[in-house]
């Protein structure tokens, strides 16, 4: 195709004329009739803004999350005047103990999970020579099996709405190992991560905010915003910090009569096991009471098991609610569950990759099409987090090339988050005026912290809750990122923060000691 080609000459032309053309343009503009300051103009530019936070959608409003709230803001500012002026703050790095995010912190990904993601977003090194000698055997191999489940090969194309059919058949494989029963791979809907699921299920079950939805207090802050966000009423059980966060059916009952009380039906049931922010695994005898609660108040249990893998003491295993439930007899009619999975916990830590799935189950047909319609309008979950999923619920087995060097990295992980906890656990239990209980799983300590009035009232100054005036103060003191224990919500009149186990281990002895001093100057200043 031919291009036409200026001259020199031609090309000066086009700009002189150009040049008259906006001077002429320019000068009708300025000798306008109306003034440049018009009252028009005047009143345009000072009108009301059409969207402000009085007249957004008051829900939102509502809704908070304080993991990533007030003092992570403040941690980043001061994250930024470190990397500006360093020497400016009486520490030279901020230590972030605020949020699950496993691989921020340093933890490195899985081998073998990131050699088949690797593979499968760039198939075409699959077939050179090279590739034999940089991956193993089993990743190539699974690699060219998950590809054969995805349409054209395409980790860049949506997939089916639920998932991709032959990665939610691994899961659905991984899950039925790991319970001893069936699953059904339909009953599997892939999201990005976790938290999408939950929102879907607070967007089925909730119409107004005459419904309810159980949670535990303290609870992730996910559970307390969808539910806001929804327009629902979150309905709190309190868990027995004095029993190690023990969850007592009694507490459920009459909190469930409360509730009624007050014209609400309470809908779902949330569990969170292991404990976010609390740490506790459930014995199966509890959890066996806890089905028989949603069986007999026809309640849809919300297991949200996102921690499956991180059990930190012998005498602790993880059961999932589903095997529980169809130990004691219960079947997919007897009682609608809700099971959450994610790659963002566990010894894997894949935060970024967004994968997670829900397993739904004891729910009628026509309900289940309505499931689909939700997850259909957002056309589906992106392929890494789904390729993820099913490699967490499917890892390397006996026998696999891989199967070596993934055990050790797995075991290397779960053994040091485990001493990390223990190192940390006894660490604030030695600090006068605060009590943890022992971190059985999950990532997370939640100790209470006995402040003195003096500390009470001096938040009550700042308008702060106690436990938000210790975080910031020991933000500021020591670079120490915590979340205020009322973020969580707590039994009124105690004061807690939720701290992680998830900085390296060459780092807790600088948390240990930098919290220690912060705690003993902080607890002379204010000395009742």
Not at 481 to 486: F, K, R
Request: glycine share 8%; hydrophobic share 35%.
């Amino acid at each position: 195709m031919r291009r036409f080609v200026a001259s020199k000459s031609s090309r000066n032309y086009l700009i002189s004329c150009f040049q008259r053309s906006l001077s002429s343009s320019q000068s009708r503009f300025l000798t306008s009739t109306t003034p440049l300051t018009s009252d028009s103009t005047m009143s345009s530019n000072t009108k009301t803004p059409s969207v402000t936070v009085d007249n957004i959608n008051p829900k939102v409003l509502k809704c908070e999350y304080a993991v990533r709230g007030e003092i992570v803001t403040q941690a980043q500012r001061l994250q930024q005047e470190l990397k500006e002026k360093p020497g400016s703050h009486p520490f030279d790095e901020i230590l972030y103990c605020n949020i699950g995010n496993p691989q921020s912190l340093g933890q490195q990904p899985i081998t073998f999970f990131r050699e088949v993601l690797a593979l499968c977003d760039h198939p075409t090194i699959l077939d050179k020579s090279e590739t034999q000698g940089l991956f193993s055997a089993d990743s190539i191999e699974r690699a060219w099996k998950i590809l054969d489940h995805i349409p054209g090969r395409a980790t860049g194309a949506y997939s089916h709405s639920q998932g991709i059919k032959g990665l939610r058949d691994e899961i659905a494989s991984g899950i039925a190992a790991r319970d001893g029963f069936p699953a059904d791979p339909n009953d599997i809907f892939l999201t990005d991560g976790a938290s999408p699921a939950v929102h879907m299920m607070m967007q089925l079950l909730i119409r107004s905010e005459n419904d309810g939805i159980f949670c535990p207090i303290p609870q992730y802050p996910l559970y307390s915003a969808s539910i806001a966000l929804h327009g629902g009423t979150l309905v709190p059980y309190y868990l027995n910090e004095a029993t190690g966060w023990g969850m007592e059916v009694s507490e459920l009952k009459k909190q469930l009569e409360a509730a009624q009380s007050k014209g609400i039906t309470v809908r779902a049931l949330v569990v969170i096991n292991p404990g976010n922010p609390t740490g506790q695994v459930l014995a199966e005898d509890n959890q066996r009471e806890i089905v028989e609660f949603c069986k007999k108040e026809n309640l849809v249990l919300l297991a949200d098991e996102v921690y499956q893998e991180n059990v930190y003491v012998p005498e602790k295993k993880f059961h999932s609610f589903k095997k529980v439930a169809r130990s004691m007899g219960y079947g997919e009619e007897d009682i609608p569950l809700v099971s959450f999975q994610s790659v963002s916990k566990g010894y894997y830590g894949e935060c970024g990759k967004r994968g997670g799935y829900m397993e739904v189950t004891g729910f009628s047909a026509d309900v289940r099409e309505q499931i689909y319609k939700v997850a259909s309008v957002n056309l589906c979950s992106n392929i890494s987090g789904q390729i993820l999923a099913s490699l967490v619920m499917n890892p390397p087995k006996v026998g696999d090339e891989s199967y070596d060097s993934y055990l050790a990295e797995k075991d290397g992980i779960l053994s040091s988050l485990a001493r990390r906890a223990k190192t940390l656990e006894d660490a604030l239990n030695s600090l006068e005026g605060v009590t943890c209980n022992k971190a059985e799983g999950a990532m997370y300590l939640f100790p209470r912290i006995h402040l003195p009035k003096k500390a009470i009232e001096a938040a009550e100054a700042t308008k702060a809750a106690p436990d938000a005036f210790y975080a910031r103060r020991l933000l500021e003191a020591t670079g120490i990122v915590v979340v205020p224990g009322s973020g969580f919500g707590q039994v009124p009149g105690t004061w807690h923060f939720r701290c992680t186990i998830l900085p390296q281990e060459d780092k807790i002895p600088a948390i240990v000691s930098r919290l220690t001093a912060f705690h003993q100057a902080f607890l002379a200043e204010y000395h009742d």
